[in-house]
């Protein structure tokens, strides 16, 4: 067992488990703030302080272990306005990438953006790579990202780093990598309705003919 400390009471844990496992054990109930309990989906962003050390630190709560000494509080969403765009209407992803988030030009290079991140993505690199239009590797870097939003919450320009990240990676498969042929060619093939008798035949199979036409295992 170890002793920790939620919103300032002293409580009893095994030591070893997650932050959010702690929660439960003490009764907790939590509503907001959990969802996959496996790093993926970012919701259980929190704040904690570890014993000796005056810094607060940030991260998952599904993923943080308890240790002796340690304080927290439950996990708390963090709120983002997202911009809105189609891009149908976006001609040029790069160029409007300042129209859509202009504080992004803000950037002091101060690196908080990386040092909160769960991912262990390089999100300083990622903005800095964004405004030079190199949305290929920032699709690459920020592959691991999770949308948990901590870099947003550090930032003191008011950048959105995941969100621009997504931006980026939207722009680069919509519009700037390269189509697969064989894709391109099936798709030319189900607009000339090469295809538009069997989906009729299709659509008229009940269920037991549904199966026979599927090819077996």
Not at 18 to 39: F, N, R, S, V
Not at 142 to 167: E, K, S
Not at 174 to 189: D, V
Request: aromatic letters at 8%; charged letters at 20%.
């Amino acid at each position: 067992m170890v002793t920790i400390e939620i919103q300032g009471k002293s409580c009893q844990v095994p030591g070893g488990i997650t932050a959010i496992q702690a929660l439960w054990y003490t009764g907790h109930e939590l509503i907001k703030g959990i969802g996959c309990l496996g790093g993926v989906c970012g919701a259980c962003t929190f704040t904690y302080r570890r014993k000796g050390d005056p810094g607060v630190r940030t991260g998952l709560a599904c993923q943080t272990l308890v240790e002796e000494g340690m304080g927290f509080s439950p996990p708390a969403s963090i709120t983002m306005i997202r911009p809105k765009y189609r891009f149908t209407e976006v001609n040029d992803p790069k160029a409007n990438l300042l129209k859509y988030y202009p504080e992004t030009r803000r950037c002091t290079r101060c690196n908080a953006c990386t040092l909160v991140c769960p991912q262990d993505i390089d999100v300083r690199a990622c903005v800095l790579k964004a405004l030079s239009g190199e949305f290929a590797t920032v699709s690459d870097l920020f592959y691991n990202c999770v949308m948990c939003g901590l870099c947003t919450a550090v930032c003191d320009v008011g950048i959105r780093p995941n969100l621009v990240a997504l931006y980026a990676r939207r722009s680069e498969g919509a519009y700037l990598a390269p189509r697969p042929e064989n894709l391109l060619k099936r798709l030319q093939e189900m607009e000339s309705g090469a295809y538009g008798s069997t989906w009729l035949k299709i659509l008229k199979m009940n269920e037991s003919e549904l199966q026979s036409f599927l090819p077996s295992n």
